[in-house]
């Protein structure tokens, strides 16, 4: 059945960049998400890219996408302590919008 | 903007209560979910519905019902609570659009303990 991973934590000074990493099984996937959970809330949308690209900037998100390998990760620059948060890669699976979430990485940002 | 609420942000009930867990949003989005979120296991999906009074399982049904009698609000129903439900229950609503990217909105959570 589909299943996505990522390592539950990453830890990066502040002014580095972070870079998450997922790995999913599903080829058939037409979108791949990047969700964030701040402390106490909902997740939010972060980014998300199409099956049929390698990748997708958008001001200090990187996203690569390689299906061959089915690696998904996100590329955070500059990070700052606000980006302190986890990280959900999700695949898009089957019908009715169903997606398929990896155990999220926590990333913690120190001075 | 989306906004995606639920009915409480924490709750404390007994083993064997039955316990309602309430989710409206306001986007008229035919398609809304229910997950549940613990530590190492990320979201799972319980129950998700794409019409009014229709649902489908997700990946973790059992202990659990829902029901859609409005477009708006979709409840979360623990029929008889155990210690083992103890966790965070996130709703999120989407709207389909065939061939395009589909945004879950979610709520922001609510976390129940069981005792």
């Known amino acids: 059945g589909e299943d996505v991973e990522q390592s539950l934590f990453l830890s990066v000074r502040e002014g580095d960049s972070s870079v998450i990493n997922c790995t999913y099984t599903?080829?058939?996937?037409?979108?791949l998400y990047w969700y964030k959970q701040e402390p106490g809330a909902g997740l939010q949308l972060l980014t998300y890219?199409?099956?049929?690209?390698d990748m997708k900037q958008d001001q200090r998100l990187t996203v690569l996408l390689n299906k061959k390998d089915k690696h998904l990760s996100l590329r955070i620059a500059d990070t700052q302590t606000g980006d302190s948060a986890i990280y959900f890669c999700?695949?898009?699976?089957?019908?009715?919008?169903?997606?398929?979430f990896g155990a999220g990485t926590r990333l913690a940002v120190h001075p | 903007d989306v906004k995606v609420t639920q009915s409480s942000r924490y709750l404390v009930k007994r083993t064997g209560e039955k316990v309602f867990l309430e989710c409206v949003q306001d986007?008229?989005?035919?398609?809304m979910f229910w997950y549940r979120q613990d530590p190492g296991l990320g979201l799972r999906l319980i129950y998700f519905?794409?019409?009014?009074?229709?649902?489908e399982k997700g990946d973790i049904p059992e202990g659990y019902s829902v029901s859609r009698e409005k477009k708006e609000r979709f409840s979360l129903i623990l029929e008889s609570a155990s210690t083992n439900q103890t966790s965070m229950y996130l709703c999120?609503?989407?709207?389909?659009?065939?061939?395009?990217?589909?945004?879950?909105?979610f709520g922001p959570g609510t976390r129940l303990l069981v005792l």
């Open positions: 890219i199409f099956s049929n690209m």
């Open positions: 599903d080829s058939s996937s037409t979108y």
């Open positions: 519905s794409y019409d009014v009074k229709m649902k």
């Open positions: 986007m008229d989005h035919e398609n």
């Open positions: 999700a695949e898009k699976a089957g019908g009715y919008n169903k997606l398929i």
């Open positions: 999120a609503s989407s709207s389909p659009l065939t061939g395009s990217q589909e945004t879950q909105y």
